[in-house]
């Protein structure tokens, strides 16, 4: 049981303003990914954290950055919030060795 | 670059009733697939996975997929479904190097009585 835990469950932000989204899990997995859904879509990768440093990047824009601690939580920052940037974000965790990546409940994220 | 298609946005079907939810992939390398099933305001959960061996995979909740290299599909089927498999299913795709996955677009399955 990886028990990934994601907050906020729910977020809503003006346009132009700054997000923090937080992932913490106790499995000791050390690999984490984040995925952006927005709605009606399949996850988008947006980059992935291996021993606190980027391990690979997708197509979105550098406001979108991130942290991994050495407990292997992780933080997902977005700056200059757009209304585009209105979706699901999810984090998922790897690196046990099976391949598999866990995924947490996810962060709501509204910009009006 | 990788992709996933999943060619059916919604797949209406009666309880009890067997099902196939189709995927596509492309890709020159090997490849790890999985299928993952999101129900509404919640995160995703893995169905199955093929990594190698036996093309045919069994996962939970009664569902198998079947891995066919030639025509680089991995079909999700279920021989009687019930209500509660009413969910949003996702076919993804990750290369053997890295941890990325690439996400189909999903498939509703809306299964009524």
């Known amino acids: 049981e990886t028990g990934v835990t994601q907050s906020p469950t729910h977020l809503i932000k003006t346009r132009g303003q700054q997000v923090t989204l937080r992932c913490s899990s106790q499995?000791?997995?050390?690999?984490v990914s984040w995925y952006q859904q927005a709605l009606g879509q399949g996850p988008q990768f947006i980059f992935q954290?291996?021993?606190?440093?980027?391990?690979g990047r997708g197509n979105f824009p550098p406001r979108f950055s991130g942290l991994q601690f050495p407990n292997y939580s992780s933080e997902l920052n977005v700056n200059a919030l757009e209304l585009d940037d209105s979706a699901l974000y999810l984090c998922?965790?790897?690196?046990?060795?099976?391949?598999?990546?866990?995924f947490g409940p996810g962060t709501r994220l509204t910009v009006t | 670059a990788q992709s996933v298609t999943q060619l059916d946005s919604q797949v209406p079907v009666f309880e009890e009733a067997p099902v196939e939810l189709r995927c596509n992939y492309s890709?020159?390398?090997?490849?790890?697939l999985f299928w993952y099933v999101q129900y509404p305001n919640q995160g995703l959960q893995l169905l199955l996975k093929?990594?190698?061996?036996?093309?045919l995979v069994k996962g939970i909740n009664g569902f198998e997929a079947e891995f066919n290299k030639s025509q680089t599909s991995f079909h999700l089927r279920k021989p009687s479904v019930h209500i509660s498999d009413t969910a949003e299913y996702f076919c993804?795709?990750?290369?053997?190097?890295?941890?990325?996955?690439?996400f189909g677009t999903g498939t509703r399955l809306l299964v009524s009585p």
């Open positions: 093929y990594l190698s061996g036996s093309t």
């Open positions: 998922a965790l790897s690196g046990g060795g099976d391949y598999e990546q866990y």
């Open positions: 890709s020159s390398v090997s490849v790890y």
């Open positions: 499995s000791g997995h050390n690999t």
């Open positions: 954290y291996y021993r606190e440093e980027e391990n």
């Open positions: 993804a795709v990750k290369d053997t190097g890295f941890q990325k996955l690439v």
